[in-house]
């Protein structure tokens, strides 16, 4: 399961401005619907690559932000109402039981109305999601990060995949053992093909997911090739994939673990 442990306080590497986001204890990855080009519909996790928009119009890595501290998780207390410090502890309000001073203290939280909102003060906003559809402007304006490239270059490929799922739902419903036809734009190819060589060139290239992207571009002798270099890492995707490229089909299908 997903669990939240705390707020993480954490400072952007091109202007220093903070901003909060969720620190995780325990993260659960699965999904309703698992494709071979890493779309995962329905996730308990969302799959942005740590993608964000700073306030000065710039974007940044969760994981390369500065870590200013973490802000643990209270247990929730229930606001103690106004005057509980003049509760009377008798006999007779602990037969009804009514909370003593001695609970409210224990339970409840005594802070008052200027101590809250002081608290929440301190915590800066949280983070700016980016849009799939924004990752156009993301490859403009990190041309020079590679990393960033790669995210945004894996988030456009399934983005620009998205119509086809679809398609591809309906078709199954209506026939359950063929696939539909598929044929990527030239902005898809040329998208799939530079994001392939990003990863081609990096340390230790996730062959995998390169073999995927030769398959959709429709290139599967260069898929096979990949294939073959891809190891062991998920043997249920690269069995699924050996299967598109033996058929020679290169549309993104979808799969179950």
């Known amino acids: 399961m997903t669990r939240i442990t705390g707020t993480q306080i954490i400072e952007t590497p091109c202007c220093r401005a903070q901003y909060s986001t969720p620190a995780y204890g325990s993260i659960n990855l699965s999904a309703h619907e698992y494709w071979t080009d890493g779309r995962r519909v329905g996730s308990l996790f969302g799959g942005d690559g740590g993608l964000r928009r700073c306030v ?48 409210y203290l224990l339970n409840y939280d005594i802070r008052t109305d200027e101590e809250v909102k002081a608290a929440e003060d301190e915590i800066p906003p949280l983070t700016s999601y980016v849009a799939d559809a924004d990752m156009p402007d993301v490859i403009e304006k990190s041309s020079e990060n590679r990393e960033m490239l790669i995210i945004a270059r894996r988030r456009m490929w399934q983005y620009l995949n998205d119509p086809f799922r679809e398609s591809y739902r309906k078709h199954k419903e209506a026939s359950p053992d063929t696939l539909p036809p598929y044929e990527a734009s030239y902005e898809q190819k040329e998208n799939m093909l530079k994001l392939a ?46 299967q598109l490229i033996e058929m020679n089909y290169s549309g993104p299908a979808r799969f179950r673990y």
Not at 62 to 74: F, Q
Not at 204 to 225: I, Q, S
């Open 197 to 242: 060589y990003l990863l081609e060139d990096s340390y230790g290239p996730p062959w995998l997911e390169v073999t995927e992207l030769c398959r959709e571009v429709g290139d599967m002798d260069a898929a096979a090739k990949a294939l073959n270099r891809a190891g062991k890492s998920d043997q249920t995707l690269s069995g699924i994939v050996g």
């Open 56 to 103: 000065c119009g710039q974007y940044f890595l969760l994981h390369i932000c500065d870590h200013i501290r973490t802000i643990p998780k209270s247990t929730y207390k229930p606001r103690a109402p106004k005057g509980w410090q003049n509760t009377k502890s008798n006999w007779w309000s602990r037969f009804w039981g009514k909370p003593t001073v001695g609970d």
